[in-house]
């Protein structure tokens, strides 16, 4: 395993030259890394900072487990959080915001990137042959709701237009700005007038429902192209995507999906369709897919919602010819870096657009449970609000509550169950990994590698131990001012290594 052989020699950043990169810490902060270094608990949280791999708020249990032999019922081994280094057991919280949690959201990404990758091209149980079926990168988009500001490639200023061109609330809807991506105008309305943040809103609420009837239309529009019925079309062949839901400047998501065909007898068998046609039954089912969204209240009008029209279609690969112009490897970094972003808000740059959409779906619910005689309508805004049996059974009941989400209430990434691996599965592979090396190391025996990854992915029935245990929840984060510091300091590190590593790699001559 790359892991286990990775040496970091010749890296700058572990020299003792070369301290951590501690800037504006706190009075508090540098009171808690000195007591650290007074009471001698610094070596007990850098080996706690090793094991959750530098996060940022670790989950705290007190407890212990016991590995039990499942024949035999016989304890073969006993884990105390007392005997840990801080005498509590540390777990990372695993996040997958890179705003929240840098360290664990890179798990996440990585993870994600294997998920992604194995339906592209096979391993861990996935069959290799899946590398020879069509895959295509899809981007389905927000509709417009209203002229934003936005980066444009090249040396395009924003919104080139004739100086006459004026809306009808007097505004000019010409910008002639080269916007940078950090820009707190990108995706902020050219005229706040124009712009319709409650269908936005209602828009983002419902782009769930949009997606999965672009799964369902996608499949009968296939099934037409075959001339078979909609339920024959499983005998034909078999739809799997991956898809992930990215935050746009506006606070609107776009959904990108890497869509696979395979045969009918699952993955990695031949398609009976190229990747040609599948790409123009994506066009028109994207085109074709509608949700008619009822109105908020007597004063709102019904929405009919739609993807908008620059819905993106790439053929990665069609059964042996590529594109060439983009690889499966790079779609599938592509979708993991966007599976760890947050909604866009950066309290310390908060953009006046996002707070409008924000406010736009607490009023929405509001309105809708506007009419109620026990008072819904007054707390619909609330994190979790208390509402009657009427108010629940709304639409936009809980559209308050997903406010700070900008009203998306979906997952951020998403496969259809026989794509690939599981998270959870790649979860469960990693702690099995560090159990045999431990294994190994305390048994002074080699790694056997033999069928290894067969045994790391196998199916938990095959498991010949049961881990028993009792924990109680202490609390998440760490104990002193100072220790998130340090943690940030050393994932930040990490980062440089990991990115020094990779610079490496890529200049090696080849052997
Ligand atoms: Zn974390
Ligand atoms: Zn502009
Ligand atoms: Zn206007
Ligand atoms: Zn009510």
């Given at each position: 395993m790359d892991t286990a052989t990775a040496?970091?020699?010749?890296?700058?950043?572990?020299?003792?030259d070369v301290p951590l990169?501690?800037?504006?810490?706190t009075g508090t902060q540098a009171a808690g890394i000195l007591g650290r270094l007074a009471d001698r608990s610094m070596p007990a949280l850098a080996e706690t900072l090793a094991r959750v791999g530098n996060c940022a708020h670790p989950v705290r249990l007190v407890g212990r487990s016991d590995t039990v032999d499942?024949?035999?019922?016989?304890?073969v081994a006993t884990f105390r959080s007392a005997d840990q280094p801080l005498g509590m057991l540390y777990k990372p919280?695993?996040?997958?915001?890179q705003d929240v949690c840098p360290a664990c959201s890179r798990i996440y990404a990585r993870d994600t990137f294997e998920l992604i990758a194995t339906g592209t091209r096979g391993g861990k149980g996935v069959?290799?042959?899946?590398?020879?079926n069509p895959l295509l990168f899809v981007t389905l988009t927000a509709p417009s709701f209203g002229p934003v500001h936005s980066v444009r490639d090249?040396?395009?200023?924003c919104r080139p237009r004739?100086?006459?061109?004026?809306?009808e609330h007097g505004r000019r809807l010409t910008c002639w700005a080269h916007h940078?991506?950090?820009?707190?105008?990108?995706?902020?309305?050219?005229c706040p007038d124009c712009y319709d943040p409650d269908s936005a809103a209602v828009w983002q609420w419902f782009a769930p429902e949009l997606w999965r009837r672009f799964t369902i239309t996608l499949r009968r529009h296939l099934a037409a192209a075959l001339d078979v019925t909609a339920s024959a079309l499983r005998d034909h062949l078999r739809l799997e995507y991956a898809k992930v839901a990215e935050f746009q400047a506006r606070g609107l998501v776009h959904f990108h999906a890497l869509i696979r065909l395979d045969g009918p007898?699952?993955?990695g068998t031949p398609s009976p369709v190229p990747a040609a046609v599948l790409a123009d039954v994506v066009r028109d089912a994207a085109a074709a897919v509608h949700y008619t969204a009822e109105p908020v209240d007597a004063d709102d009008v019904a929405r009919v919602l739609r993807f908008g029209a620059q819905t993106d279609v790439r053929v990665v690969r069609d059964t042996s010819v590529t594109?060439?112009?983009?690889t499966a490897e790079q779609v599938a970094a592509y979708l993991a870096k966007y599976?760890?972003?947050?909604?866009?808000?950066?309290p310390a740059r908060p953009r006046r657009h996002l707070t409008a959409l924000t406010s736009a779906c607490r009023d929405l619910a509001s309105r809708a449970l506007a009419r109620c005689d026990f008072g819904c309508g007054e707390r619909a805004?609330?994190?979790?609000p208390a509402l009657c049996g009427d108010c629940q059974?709304?639409?936009?009941?809980l559209l308050g509550h997903w406010a700070p989400m900008l009203g998306f209430r979906g997952h951020f990434s998403t496969k259809s169950r026989r794509y690939s691996v599981t998270l959870g599965a790649l979860r469960r592979a990693r702690r099995r990994f560090q159990r045999l090396t431990a294994d190994a190391r305390r048994n002074g025996q080699p790694l056997d590698t033999r069928d290894l990854e067969a045994r790391l992915m196998?199916?938990?029935?095959?498991?010949t131990t049961l881990v028993v245990g009792s924990w109680t929840y202490e609390g998440t984060?760490?104990?002193?001012?100072?220790d998130k510091a340090l943690a940030d300091a050393a994932a930040s590190r990490a980062r440089e290594y990991a990115k020094w590593r990779a610079d490496q790699r890529a200049h090696r001559p080849a052997r």
């Open positions: 040496t970091t020699e010749g890296f700058w950043g572990h020299s003792p990169d501690l800037v504006d810490l499942a024949r035999t019922g016989e304890i919280c695993g996040n997958r915001r069959p290799d042959t899946v590398a020879t090249g040396k395009q200023p004739a100086k006459t061109t004026v809306c940078d991506p950090s820009d707190v105008e990108v995706g902020a309305p050219v007898d699952g993955p594109d060439g112009a983009v599976s760890t972003k947050a909604a866009g808000f950066d805004a609330e994190r979790h059974a709304s639409p936009y009941a196998a199916d938990d029935d095959a498991e984060g760490w104990p002193h001012a100072g």
